[in-house]
Protein backbone atom coordinates (compact mmCIF):
# COMPACT_ATOMS: atom_id res chain seq x y z
CA UNK A 1 0.00 0.00 0.00
CA UNK A 2 1.06 3.48 -0.44
CA UNK A 3 1.63 4.07 3.29
CA UNK A 4 4.00 1.25 3.57
CA UNK A 5 6.43 3.06 1.56
CA UNK A 6 5.76 6.39 3.50
CA UNK A 7 6.31 4.35 6.71
CA UNK A 8 10.10 3.58 6.13
CA UNK A 9 11.31 6.48 4.07
CA UNK A 10 9.38 8.93 7.11
CA UNK A 11 11.72 7.29 10.04
CA UNK A 12 14.80 6.17 8.74
CA UNK A 13 15.61 9.83 6.97
CA UNK A 14 14.17 11.39 10.30
CA UNK A 15 16.77 8.81 12.21
CA UNK A 16 19.43 9.45 10.23
CA UNK A 17 19.85 13.15 10.05
CA UNK A 18 19.02 13.50 13.71
CA UNK A 19 21.78 11.02 14.79
CA UNK A 20 23.98 13.23 12.20
CA UNK A 21 22.32 16.42 13.07
CA UNK A 22 22.70 15.40 17.05
CA UNK A 23 26.19 13.82 17.31
CA UNK A 24 27.82 16.68 15.55
CA UNK A 25 26.22 19.66 17.39
CA UNK A 26 27.50 16.96 20.61
CA UNK A 27 31.09 17.10 19.47
CA UNK A 28 31.06 21.28 19.24
CA UNK A 29 29.30 21.42 23.03
CA UNK A 30 31.17 18.46 24.38
CA UNK A 31 34.05 21.22 25.94
CA UNK A 32 32.50 22.82 29.24
CA UNK A 33 31.99 26.21 29.31
CA UNK A 34 29.96 29.20 29.27
CA UNK A 35 29.13 29.92 26.08
CA UNK A 36 28.93 25.99 25.42
CA UNK A 37 26.11 25.67 28.21
CA UNK A 38 24.34 29.15 26.78
CA UNK A 39 24.05 27.07 23.25
CA UNK A 40 22.64 23.93 24.77
CA UNK A 41 20.16 25.54 26.51
CA UNK A 42 18.82 26.75 23.56
CA UNK A 43 19.45 24.40 21.33
CA UNK A 44 17.20 22.65 24.10
CA UNK A 45 13.82 24.91 23.49
CA UNK A 46 12.21 23.08 20.51
CA UNK A 47 12.10 19.74 22.53
CA UNK A 48 10.00 21.80 25.16
CA UNK A 49 7.52 22.72 22.82
CA UNK A 50 4.50 20.06 22.12
CA UNK A 51 5.14 18.38 18.93
CA UNK A 52 1.48 19.25 18.01
CA UNK A 53 2.24 22.99 19.05
CA UNK A 54 5.46 22.84 16.90
CA UNK A 55 3.96 21.87 13.81
CA UNK A 56 0.63 24.10 14.10
CA UNK A 57 3.78 26.89 14.44
CA UNK A 58 5.25 25.41 11.31
CA UNK A 59 1.85 25.55 9.24
CA UNK A 60 2.10 29.29 10.25
CA UNK A 61 5.59 29.43 9.11
CA UNK A 62 5.48 28.01 6.37
CA UNK A 63 1.60 29.49 4.86
CA UNK A 64 1.56 29.82 1.15
CA UNK A 65 -0.48 33.38 1.72
CA UNK A 66 1.26 34.83 4.91
CA UNK A 67 4.06 32.82 5.92
CA UNK A 68 7.80 34.20 6.43
CA UNK A 69 9.75 31.30 5.22
CA UNK A 70 8.30 31.55 1.87
CA UNK A 71 9.09 35.15 1.92
CA UNK A 72 12.56 34.66 2.70
CA UNK A 73 13.02 32.13 0.06
CA UNK A 74 11.48 34.43 -2.73
CA UNK A 75 15.12 36.42 -2.06
CA UNK A 76 16.73 33.38 -3.03
CA UNK A 77 14.66 32.23 -6.58
CA UNK A 78 12.37 30.02 -5.10
CA UNK A 79 8.80 30.67 -5.28
CA UNK A 80 5.46 29.03 -3.92
CA UNK A 81 6.99 26.22 -2.62
CA UNK A 82 4.51 23.75 -1.94
CA UNK A 83 5.48 22.07 1.47
CA UNK A 84 2.87 19.83 3.05
CA UNK A 85 -0.01 20.78 -0.14
CA UNK A 86 1.99 18.66 -2.63
CA UNK A 87 2.91 15.13 -2.91
CA UNK A 88 6.54 15.69 -4.48
CA UNK A 89 7.46 17.94 -0.83
CA UNK A 90 5.02 16.66 2.04
CA UNK A 91 7.78 13.81 3.17
CA UNK A 92 10.51 16.81 2.87
CA UNK A 93 8.24 18.67 5.15
CA UNK A 94 7.20 16.76 7.76
CA UNK A 95 11.08 15.21 8.08
CA UNK A 96 12.34 19.32 8.65
CA UNK A 97 9.71 19.75 11.56
CA UNK A 98 10.51 16.32 13.16
CA UNK A 99 14.02 17.03 13.33
CA UNK A 100 13.70 20.82 14.56
CA UNK A 101 11.75 19.26 17.35
CA UNK A 102 13.63 15.90 18.44
CA UNK A 103 17.02 16.51 17.06
CA UNK A 104 17.96 18.56 20.80
CA UNK A 105 17.17 14.98 22.33
CA UNK A 106 19.71 13.05 20.56
CA UNK A 107 22.08 16.39 21.28
CA UNK A 108 21.25 15.82 25.21
CA UNK A 109 21.95 11.54 24.71
CA UNK A 110 25.30 11.79 23.16
CA UNK A 111 26.70 14.91 24.48
CA UNK A 112 26.06 13.29 27.98
CA UNK A 113 27.81 10.22 26.85
CA UNK A 114 31.00 12.66 25.46
CA UNK A 115 31.47 14.14 28.77
CA UNK A 116 31.05 10.51 30.65
CA UNK A 117 33.92 9.10 28.52
CA UNK A 118 37.16 8.00 30.25
CA UNK A 119 39.56 10.89 29.67
CA UNK A 120 42.92 8.06 29.64
CA UNK A 121 42.13 6.81 25.97
CA UNK A 122 42.14 10.38 25.22
CA UNK A 123 45.01 11.47 26.77
CA UNK A 124 47.24 8.64 26.11
CA UNK A 125 46.05 9.25 22.26
CA UNK A 126 47.42 13.19 22.41
CA UNK A 127 50.79 11.95 24.02
CA UNK A 128 51.40 9.46 21.00
CA UNK A 129 50.28 12.68 18.90
CA UNK A 130 47.44 10.41 17.47
CA UNK A 131 45.36 12.74 14.85
CA UNK A 132 42.21 13.95 15.75
CA UNK A 133 40.60 11.88 12.71
CA UNK A 134 42.11 8.48 14.40
CA UNK A 135 41.28 9.70 17.54
CA UNK A 136 36.83 10.13 16.91
CA UNK A 137 37.26 6.97 14.66
CA UNK A 138 38.53 4.29 16.78
CA UNK A 139 38.61 5.50 20.47
CA UNK A 140 35.41 8.11 20.75
CA UNK A 141 32.88 6.69 18.03
CA UNK A 142 33.03 3.04 19.17
CA UNK A 143 33.23 4.02 23.60
CA UNK A 144 30.17 6.33 22.07
CA UNK A 145 28.61 3.95 20.59
CA UNK A 146 26.47 2.15 23.37
CA UNK A 147 24.58 6.09 23.74
CA UNK A 148 23.78 5.95 19.67
CA UNK A 149 22.37 2.88 19.83
CA UNK A 150 20.11 3.83 23.44
CA UNK A 151 19.16 7.39 21.31
CA UNK A 152 18.35 5.45 18.05
CA UNK A 153 15.89 2.77 19.84
CA UNK A 154 14.30 5.90 21.63
CA UNK A 155 13.67 8.10 18.66
CA UNK A 156 13.03 4.86 16.23
CA UNK A 157 10.00 3.84 18.70
CA UNK A 158 8.94 7.24 19.32
CA UNK A 159 8.60 7.88 15.32
CA UNK A 160 6.98 4.55 14.92
CA UNK A 161 4.13 6.14 16.84
CA UNK A 162 4.53 9.39 15.66
CA UNK A 163 0.73 10.83 15.42
CA UNK A 164 0.54 14.47 16.12
CA UNK A 165 3.26 15.81 13.82
CA UNK A 166 1.86 13.89 10.43
CA UNK A 167 -1.21 14.20 11.92
CA UNK A 168 -1.19 18.15 12.01
CA UNK A 169 0.60 19.06 9.08
CA UNK A 170 -0.86 16.78 6.18
CA UNK A 171 -3.21 14.27 7.70
CA UNK A 172 -1.66 11.39 6.05
CA UNK A 173 -2.13 13.50 2.34
CA UNK A 174 -2.01 14.87 0.17
CA UNK A 175 -3.65 11.27 -0.49
CA UNK A 176 -2.16 8.74 0.59
CA UNK A 177 1.64 10.54 0.12
CA UNK A 178 2.20 10.60 4.00
CA UNK A 179 -0.05 8.07 5.04
CA UNK A 180 0.98 6.31 7.98
CA UNK A 181 -0.43 3.37 10.44
CA UNK A 182 -1.37 5.46 13.25
CA UNK A 183 -2.89 8.05 11.61
CA UNK A 184 -4.79 5.56 9.01
CA UNK A 185 -5.91 3.71 12.18
CA UNK A 186 -7.18 7.24 13.44
CA UNK A 187 -8.87 7.84 10.35
CA UNK A 188 -10.54 4.49 10.10
CA UNK A 189 -11.34 4.84 13.64
CA UNK A 190 -13.07 8.36 13.60
CA UNK A 191 -13.31 9.01 9.93
CA UNK A 192 -15.10 5.35 8.61
CA UNK A 193 -15.79 4.29 11.36
CA UNK A 194 -14.29 1.02 10.96
CA UNK A 195 -12.57 -0.43 14.20
CA UNK A 196 -12.08 -3.92 13.57
CA UNK A 197 -9.67 -2.57 10.66
CA UNK A 198 -7.96 0.20 13.02
CA UNK A 199 -7.67 -2.19 15.41
CA UNK A 200 -5.58 -4.32 13.57
CA UNK A 201 -3.25 -1.99 11.93
CA UNK A 202 -2.44 -1.04 15.84
CA UNK A 203 -1.59 -4.56 16.84
CA UNK A 204 0.78 -4.33 13.67
CA UNK A 205 2.03 -1.70 14.61
CA UNK A 206 2.65 -2.86 18.40
CA UNK A 207 4.03 -5.91 16.99
CA UNK A 208 6.49 -3.78 15.44
CA UNK A 209 7.51 -1.73 18.18
CA UNK A 210 7.62 -5.11 20.17
CA UNK A 211 10.41 -6.42 17.88
CA UNK A 212 12.54 -4.02 17.76
CA UNK A 213 12.63 -3.41 21.23
CA UNK A 214 13.64 -7.26 21.77
CA UNK A 215 16.14 -6.79 19.24
CA UNK A 216 17.48 -3.38 20.24
CA UNK A 217 17.85 -4.64 24.08
CA UNK A 218 19.59 -7.58 23.34
CA UNK A 219 22.26 -5.92 21.19
CA UNK A 220 22.81 -3.78 23.23
CA UNK A 221 23.26 -5.77 26.54
CA UNK A 222 25.69 -7.60 24.35
CA UNK A 223 27.77 -4.23 22.98
CA UNK A 224 27.45 -3.06 27.55
CA UNK A 225 28.96 -6.55 28.11
CA UNK A 226 32.10 -6.41 25.26
CA UNK A 227 32.39 -2.66 26.24
CA UNK A 228 32.76 -3.79 29.66
CA UNK A 229 35.65 -6.54 28.58
CA UNK A 230 37.28 -3.94 26.46
CA UNK A 231 37.89 -1.52 29.06
CA UNK A 232 38.90 -3.88 31.66
CA UNK A 233 42.00 -5.07 29.18
Request: charged share 10%; hydrophobic share 55%.
Amino acid sequence: MEYDKSFFNLYFFTIIIELLLGLGIALLLAKRNWLNNILGVLLVLPLMIAPALASLIWRLLINPNFGIVNYLLSFIGIDDFTWASHPDTVLFTLIMVDVWVFTPFIMILLLAGLRSLPRQPFEAAELDGVPEYYKFFRITLPMLFPFILTASLFRLLESIQQFDIIYALSQGGPGESSMVFQVSAYLQTFQYTNIGKAAAMMVVLWAICYFLCHVFVQQWHKLKIKTKGELLQ
